[in-house]
């Protein structure tokens, strides 16, 4: 049986992880490089990030793939390496959940292109589904468990993603959208227009990431649940609002307690797979994990 559907029978809450991009940040990646570059360049760092996740007790990590698809990675010269950069995450990720003390599935992360379908933009869909396809297909060489469709404001972007992953793997596919705009998604998807198109697609989970902080996460995993109240959800919130200190430097609201309060509400609303995203830390992951009485592991790295 897959991890994730292992994880699903015990009907407890599952911890994911939190930010990737802020501990890398933190570990010295420089704004605007491609952060799935470490992969190769800096194995060992990326590796340090899982392995702080795991030991706050995170029990899905998600891969250093983010930005993963030729149209992001050509932004840094990266269009040619798609396989490899994406193999090389899922393989950092794997080594560190085989290595952990407690179950630990691996989630491919694949956000969104960075590009416009047609008519608005110039990317069509076929174009979309070959890109997501061939992120997966690098995914799935390394080793991943499932995939992890992520930060999606257009329902046909998601569409094409989960058909590129299907062309190439049968495995677990969770989606996630970010209602950042109003209540909506970036092109006007409301959470319970997400939960009813999203829950017509194959994915074994779907709901919300990202977005403007746990309080409008929690209302759009409200809408979802009400939309579709026997889907398996997904909340993965922002660590509060993004603020910018007097150093320059982009700083989160959301303290580790304001976190432990956002993931039991979550999972009183409904939400099974509860998580953190920009601007969390281990930190964070290990005040969900004892607000949702998750056994955290407390080895320093």
Not at 142 to 160: H, N, Q, R, Y
Request: overall charge negative; charged content about 20%.
């Amino acid at each position: 049986m897959n991890p994730l559907e292992t994880l699903l029978e015990t009907g407890q809450p599952i911890l994911l992880d939190g930010a990737m991009g802020t501990m890398l940040m933190a570990a010295g990646l420089t704004q605007g490089d491609a952060p799935e570059a470490w992969n190769t360049t800096h194995p060992d760092r990326v590796r340090a990030v899982h392995r702080g996740y795991i030991q706050a007790g995170s029990q899905v990590i998600l891969t250093n793939s983010f930005g993963g698809t030729r149209f992001r990675l050509a932004l840094h010269n990266l269009q040619d390496r798609v396989e490899e950069l994406n193999q090389a995450a899922a393989e950092i990720a794997r080594a560190e959940a085989d290595a952990a003390p407690h179950p630990v599935a691996v989630a491919g992360s694949m956000g969104p292109t960075g590009q416009l379908f047609e008519p608005m933009g110039a990317l069509t869909f076929d174009e979309a589904r070959v890109a997501f396809a061939e992120q997966a297909a690098g995914l799935a060489r390394g080793g991943v468990d499932l995939f992890w469709i992520e930060t999606m404001s257009d329902l046909d972007e998601v569409k094409a993603a989960i058909e590129g992953v299907r062309s190439v793997s049968d495995l677990p596919i969770a989606a996630t959208m970010s209602f950042d705009t109003h209540g909506r998604t970036m092109m006007g998807v409301s959470p319970a227009k997400a939960a009813a198109a999203l829950s017509d697609l194959d994915a074994l989970a779907i709901g919300a990431n990202c977005g403007t902080g746990p309080d409008e996460l929690e209302e759009a995993i409200r809408a979802m649940r009400e939309a579709r109240p026997d889907a398996v959800l997904v909340a993965k919130a922002n660590a509060g609002i993004p603020q910018v200190a007097e150093d320059g430097k982009i700083i989160y609201t959301g303290a580790p307690e304001v976190m432990a309060r956002y993931a039991v509400d979550a999972h009183k609303l409904g939400a099974t797979l509860i998580g953190a995203c920009c601007g969390s830390t281990p930190e964070h992951i290990r005040a969900m994990a004892e607000a949702l009485g998750k056994q955290a592991n407390q080895r320093s790295i």
